[in-house]
């Protein structure tokens, strides 16, 4: 039962352009969402979050959007650096805050290859 | 200050063998968590421990699979008797306390052959 779904594996983009990356859950209980970056051999870093209380956050050239009726959150980056090229993981907490609980339920990760 | 390290990096078990990976937290972190990617997978939950004390486990397997944090040296996760649906990548993460982010180590890469 996969609660957190990114349904793109991969996303090419040029660089320079908006790259859009897409999550969805299924569970109304989550009520904290974050972004992590991945490189190959590495561990995932932590990159951007949102409270279920807000629709957006946003920290430099990365934004978070939720809409909660639809139970769907993007990350946007903007614009796109050769260095973003990563795997993204969308992950769910059931905490009210960053560490409330770091029980995270992950989704399958979307790659994201920016071009020069 | 170093971040959360994990050893080995690489592990080679045959089928029946036991493998221990090792976790040091962040120094001044006391909550470690241990979480599994399988191939093609994102990382699933396994245990959260705090010096001393299993908080949740929910995510263990039931047979095989313990964790440990003792009062002094780094957590440790077993697996007995190891089979190649193991074989996976092992990231470990630690905080400062329930309600701070947790930051994750390079993983352990755990395959069975």
């Known amino acids: 039962d996969q609660q957190v779904k990114q349904n793109s594996p991969s996303l090419s983009v040029q660089e320079g352009r908006i790259s859009i990356l897409n999550c969805d859950y299924t569970?109304?209980?989550?009520?904290?969402f974050l972004w992590y970056k991945k490189y190959p051999a590495e561990g995932p870093t932590f990159l951007i979050s949102?409270?279920?209380?807000?629709d957006k956050n946003e920290d430099g050239r990365f934004t978070v959007f939720l809409n909660k009726s639809a139970k769907h959150l993007s990350l946007h980056i903007v614009p796109s650096q050769p260095g973003d090229s990563a795997v993204y993981f969308c992950a769910a907490s059931l905490g009210n805050s960053i560490g409330a609980t770091n029980k995270l339920i992950f989704g399958t990760g979307t790659l994201l290859a920016v071009q020069p | 200050n170093a971040g959360v390290m994990q050893n080995p990096r690489h592990l080679v078990r045959r089928r029946g063998q036991e493998a221990r990976l090792r976790c040091s937290p962040m120094k001044g972190h006391s909550h470690v968590y241990w979480y599994r990617q399988l191939p093609e997978e994102g990382l699933k939950f396994m245990v959260y421990?705090?010096?001393?004390?299993?908080?949740?486990e929910s995510g263990m397997p039931k047979e095989r699979f313990s964790a440990e944090f003792p009062k002094e040296g780094p957590s440790i996760l077993r697996i007995q008797q190891v089979v190649r649906g193991d074989s996976a990548a092992y990231f470990c993460a630690s905080s400062g306390s329930k309600d701070t982010e947790a930051f994750f180590g390079q993983g352990t890469r755990l395959t069975v052959v």
């Open positions: 569970n109304s209980m989550f009520d904290y």
């Open positions: 949102i409270s279920s209380i807000k």
């Open positions: 421990l705090q010096k001393e004390n299993i908080i949740d």
